[in-house]
């Protein structure tokens, strides 16, 4: 059974900070991984998709990375801003599978 | 970009009554589309997978009779939550892909719905 987990759960820093997000899985057969953002009481918002051939996707300020035979992706975040706070979840789309499997979050707060 | 909407945003009703939410794909296709549910400061869970023209696959655990899921469209899938309790009280969001070669096409998903039941 896959699980994804997500460290740290909750993370605070100050505004023009560099920052790294971690998410795991246990089950390295996958067809992607994608990152989302969440607001509170919103929907997700699809930020990048990796593809399980590839190492990394990158979108503006944010990079992410795959490596999928160990079962961790990082989120970069560049020079973060008080409108990056949110939580951020990762999910992976498990071979054979329609469905995501999402790990817990993390919750970020960018203090001006 | 594909966008899917959700409706309504929220909703507060009595216990016993049923609910109806539902979820459209507005600028595609989707063959098959994802109910979620998301506790207070938890992740999401699957529900029940969404598939037009045929039943729902329910995921272990998640009532079937209590989620009622109907796909009667390409475009257009609906959750009905039936005699509803508090505990049913929760985020529920919707999520599609883009149908077609590209197979790993993002998901996307809806603002959910918040149901508080009273």
């Known amino acids: 059974k896959q699980e994804v987990t997500q460290i740290p759960a909750a993370l605070s820093v100050p505004e023009g900070e560099n920052l790294v997000l971690n998410c795991s899985f246990t089950d390295s057969a996958i067809y992607n991984l994608q990152w989302f953002r969440q607001d509170p009481g919103k929907g997700l918002t699809s930020l990048l998709l990796i593809q399980s051939s590839q190492r990394e996707q990158t979108s503006g300020r944010l990079n992410a990375s795959l490596d999928k035979s160990s079962g961790r992706s990082t989120l970069y975040i560049a020079a973060s801003q008080p409108g990056d706070s949110a939580t951020y979840l990762c999910?992976?789309?498990?071979?054979?599978?329609?469905?995501?499997?999402f790990g817990q979050g993390t919750r970020l707060t960018i203090n001006p | 970009g594909a966008v899917v909407s959700q409706h309504p945003s929220w909703v507060i009703c009595k216990s016993g009554t049923s609910v109806k939410i539902e979820c459209r794909s507005l600028d595609f296709q989707a063959t098959t589309m994802f109910w979620y549910r998301q506790f207070p400061k938890q992740s999401l869970m699957l529900m029940a997978t969404?598939?037009?023209?045929?039943?729902?696959?329910?995921e272990q655990g998640v009532e079937k009779d209590k989620f009622l899921i109907n796909h009667a469209s390409l475009t257009l899938s609906t959750l009905t939550v039936t005699s509803a309790h508090p505990e049913d009280s929760s985020f529920y969001i919707c999520?599609?892909?883009?149908?077609?070669?590209?197979?790993?096409?993002?998901?996307?998903f809806g603002n959910g719905t918040r149901l508080t039941v009273t």
């Open positions: 969404s598939n037009e023209g045929s039943k729902a696959t329910y």
């Open positions: 999910a992976v789309r498990v071979q054979g599978a329609q469905k995501l499997v």
């Open positions: 999520s599609a892909r883009i149908e077609g070669p590209k197979r790993n096409s993002p998901l996307h």
